[in-house]
């Protein structure tokens, strides 16, 4: 699909079977969403410029994402998707900047660009063009991702609330591994992010200086202001990183905790009965010459033994601390 948005704040779909050769020079904004082999000649038919397409933007190197070639800058970064999923991913998106026009390729529908298309009616007409919708598109990109991080702060906090309170309550053997699944998610979603910021702040230092954008102050203004906010925003991931490392070391050592918890019930129960133990392998030896067999209190005395001899060390590891 092609969208295509004019100075004036109107959007229209354009469509290869369409006999228009030629664009308008007020549209500032070629959106291309999942475009076809059809629709990327189309639109390098209207503008002159080669549009990658899906493969080439999963194959292009890091060092060849960012390029001028001839008056048209090319530049790619890594978006995150499907932040409110299980499994967020990045997805690749291309800018260009071909004259005073703005042209975008992506197969995937990341919210930030929602966000944008909702509020491009409110962006001044003096200002639609295509190196300051750019800025302005980088700027809300850098502010849906700082939504998403502040989302995944909320989901570390909530995750240490549950792991950490109440532990003297017995909770399910099950719940700590369900927790370490759900930290897994959130070390995807940072490790996402951080891999996102580093594509953006990549393409700010490449945009900041392309030589037309020296041509409005404003826009180097802003994108300086966007750059600023990715490098904050990137020392911030890295913090919530290291949160996030915390959180699995500590639930990892609830649970050998737990774990040794276990055993030490069980090595504690295996001496507290290995006294009478004794006495009962004792008093199981079939020799003729045992004064004890022809005792008549001998069998309930053997068992009041076993009993004191299970009783007593139990009370002597409680006086110790060791239950």
């Known amino acids: 699909m092609i969208n295509a948005y004019s100075a004036n704040g109107s959007m229209k779909t354009l469509a290869p079977v369409e006999a228009q050769r030629q664009l308008s020079d007020d549209v500032v904004w070629i959106d291309l969403i999942e475009p076809t082999p059809e629709e990327d000649a189309y639109v390098e038919s209207l503008v002159g410029v080669q549009i990658p397409t899906r493969d080439d933007l999963k194959d292009i190197e890091p060092s060849s994402r960012l390029y001028i070639e001839g008056s048209s800058a090319f530049m790619t970064a890594s978006l995150v998707w499907h932040a409110d999923r299980t499994n967020p991913e990045l997805t690749d998106v291309a800018f260009i900047?071909?004259?005073?026009?703005l042209i975008t390729v992506r197969y995937a529908d990341p919210k930030s660009f929602q966000l944008f298309i909702a509020a491009f009616g409110r962006i001044p007409d003096k200002a639609r063009d295509g190196t300051t919708l750019l800025a302005r598109l980088l700027e809300t990109i850098a502010d849906r991702t700082a939504e998403i991080l502040e989302n995944a702060v909320d989901r570390v906090d909530t995750l240490s609330t549950d792991i950490f309170r109440d532990r003297g309550k017995r909770r399910p053997p099950?719940?700590?591994?369900?927790k370490l699944a759900e930290i897994a998610e959130c070390h995807r979603l940072v490790g996402k992010v951080r891999d996102s910021l580093g594509s953006l702040s990549r393409l700010l230092t490449f945009l900041r200086n392309v030589p037309f954008m020296h041509e409005d102050k404003s826009d180097g203004s802003l994108c300086a202001t966007v750059a600023h906010d990715v490098e904050t925003l990137s020392e911030h991931a890295a913090?919530?990183?290291?949160?996030?490392?915390?959180?699995?070391?500590?639930?990892l050592g609830l649970i050998n905790v737990e774990q040794n918890s276990i055993i030490k019930i069980f090595s504690i129960a295996s001496v507290v009965f290995l006294p009478p133990t004794l006495v009962a392998s004792i008093y199981g030896m079939n020799f003729h010459f045992m004064p004890e067999l022809d005792w008549h209190l001998g069998y309930p005395l053997a068992i009041l033994t076993m009993i004191l001899s299970a009783i007593v060390p139990f009370f002597i590891f409680r006086w110790k601390g060791w239950l």
């Open 174 to 178: 099950q719940f700590l591994e369900r």
């Open 239 to 251: 913090f919530v990183a290291g949160n996030i490392a915390f959180l699995l070391d500590a639930s």
């Open 97 to 101: 900047l071909s004259g005073n026009r």
